[in-house]
């Protein structure tokens, strides 16, 4: 590995820690989407996707939530899976705290993760990015991922996902 490139770890999130990434996902999430949706959507989907209770389905449908760390210090968290050869894996979550983007934290945890999935057989990586987060789909593209299709969901509350769906071979 060169001298230049950023050591990160991607370290297991126990169900005990589920409370830490909600409080995790509550601090980044305003920032990160202030200028794409708007309060109340982010509202509705922090409680969609980080309630004790998503949390828990998500332990249980085979998602893997990895603390994103550099030096042992926490920089974010990354969730993925289910995991299988020959499969494509979802990358559901990927989120650095603010203070940290630009920095290299979230190209190192997908090169990170992209060799272990690598590892267990599976075949690409694919996400969901929202179509106007244009430094999102930009940095997806710098690490390898590019666009296959356009997505709109309904999530309820009288909201959608506008979406890319990105995938990157493995």
């Known amino acids: 590995m060169a001298s230049d490139e950023i050591q990160i770890q991607l370290t297991p999130v126990s169900r005990l820690e589920c409370t830490e990434i909600e409080a995790a996902a509550k601090r980044i999430w305003p920032e990160a989407y202030s200028s794409i949706l708007k309060p109340g959507q982010i509202e509705h989907m922090l409680e969609m996707m980080y309630s004790p209770a998503a949390l828990s389905r998500d332990f249980h449908s085979g998602i893997q939530y990895r603390w994103i760390k550099k030096a042992g210090t926490r920089k974010g968290f990354l969730a993925y899976g289910p995991v299988s050869r020959g499969s494509s894996c979802e990358l559901h979550k990927l989120y650095v705290e603010a203070e940290v983007r630009g920095q290299g934290i979230g190209k190192g945890a997908i090169e990170t993760l992209t060799h272990e999935l690598e590892k267990v057989g599976a075949k690409s990586i694919r996400?969901?990015?929202?179509?106007?987060?244009?430094?999102?789909?930009?940095?997806?593209?710098?690490?390898?991922?590019?666009?296959?299709?356009e997505d709109k969901l309904d999530i309820g509350g009288g909201f959608v996902m506008d979406d890319f769906l990105m995938e990157k071979p493995l």
């Open 127 to 149: 996400l969901r990015v929202n179509r106007h987060n244009e430094t999102a789909i930009y940095f997806y593209q710098r690490v390898g991922f590019s666009i296959t299709e």
